[in-house]
């Protein structure tokens, strides 16, 4: 194939492996209900959106100099809410923030993984995983989930141990099946990825973490005995900071330090950095609307079940359903009723974000007029 023209006709070295590739996203629609993205619906009161604009008016007074680039007292700030939020204390040499946890991904990527490195996931799973990987130069290898879409331990072991790779990525939730993972199932991946040599670093990946069903573990809880095992969090989804970009990570200090050898200089801005502490400042106003979407989920759950779907049980704020003859078709008469989901995971299934009442009433009535 030739190197690609840019519209002035200039020759493009682009890499072998990008030609033909298009950017990852879901579609961008100005609809009246949007659930395609796992966003929040609810956006910040307005006491939050002041002291957010305070924080930010008081860093724009310094904009002249470099931000701080350690960003030791977000760290701390973290660190201090993870230990409301999951009871795992942690040292701030522990925390890692980044622009949004797709950065964080990559840091990890571009730390442990690289040219003749390897990097496992178990599918369906994230789609932007092999993204990180094929970014770094990382051989891509993955296994497979079960009908229900839980992971079998003995099939997660017996692929680590077949491609001995450096990274693991674990979703927990799963996106898109919203499936969690029990905390056992977590500790034979990190046996196997023990008897990897060289080290592997197993990644679990919570940024639906705080929507997990009463009785569902963190990974938090195994840092402790791991010293490769990362946590990474988000704070688009529980927090409703989407726009901000902020994601995070909790592992041994040794693990952090290495993402500090690849990170950009100066990579979080001094307004990321307000943004996040101000909103961190306000986690328990904003946590309190986790709870309404956890029950807005299940009540969506048990809905679609009564219609007669298959739906994946969800940990997160979002539910995969199915099965359908042609989904795009469904997925567009929802979309010429206002109502935007995403088409993706395994042939046959869709995804709805949780909204609001009123949104997820669209949601149903949209649905039925489609399918019925």
Not at 2 to 11: K, N, S
Not at 312 to 317: G, I, K, R, V, Y
């Amino acid at each position: 194939m030739p190197a690609p023209t840019g519209a002035d006709g200039a020759r493009l070295p682009l890499r072998e492996d990008l030609r033909g590739l298009e950017p990852y996203g879901a579609p961008q629609l100005d609809v009246p209900v949007v659930l395609n993205v796992n966003e929040n619906p609810y956006p910040p009161s307005p006491a939050v959106v002041e002291e957010i604009a305070a924080a930010v008016r008081t860093a724009a007074g310094g904009l002249n100099r470099y931000p701080d680039r350690e960003f030791e007292a977000l760290r701390a700030d973290l660190a201090a809410y993870l230990l409301a939020e999951s009871g795992v204390a942690l040292d701030v040499r522990q925390v890692w923030a980044a622009n949004g946890s797709n950065e964080v991904m990559l840091h990890l990527l571009q730390a442990f993984g690289g040219p003749g490195r390897t990097a496992v996931s178990f599918a369906p799973t994230y789609s932007m995983y092999p993204e990180y990987a094929r970014d770094t130069a990382t051989a891509w290898v993955v296994g497979r989930r079960a009908e229900d879409f839980s992971l079998d331990p003995d099939h997660a072991a017996a692929v680590i141990a077949e491609h001995q790779p450096s990274v693991v990525l674990l979703a927990s939730p799963n996106n898109p099946t919203g499936t969690a993972l029990p905390r056992a199932t977590v500790e034979v991946v990190l046996e196997a990825a023990d008897a990897v040599p060289g080290g592997c670093v197993v990644v679990v990946d919570e940024a639906y973490g705080e929507f997990r069903r009463a009785g569902t573990p963190a990974a938090l809880e195994l840092l402790a005995e791991h010293p490769n095992l990362a946590v990474s969090r988000t704070m688009s989804k529980a927090f409703g900071m989407a726009g901000a970009r902020i994601g995070y990570l909790a592992a041994a200090p040794a693990l952090v330090d290495a993402l500090r050898v690849v990170r950009l200089p100066y990579h979080l801005s001094a307004v990321t950095q307000a943004v996040a502490r101000a909103a961190l400042a306000h986690a328990g106003e904003l946590m309190a609307q986790v709870a309404g979407l956890r029950e807005e989920r299940d009540a969506t759950v048990a809905w679609l079940r009564a219609q007669g779907w298959r739906v994946a049980d969800s940990d997160a704020n979002f539910v995969l359903f199915g099965r359908f003859d042609d989904r795009h078709a469904v997925w567009q008469g929802l979309l010429d009723r206002g109502v935007l989901i995403r088409e993706v995971g395994p042939p046959g299934w869709l995804r709805v974000s949780i909204g609001t009442p009123e949104e997820m009433a669209a949601f149903r009535e949209a649905l039925l007029a489609v399918t019925r």
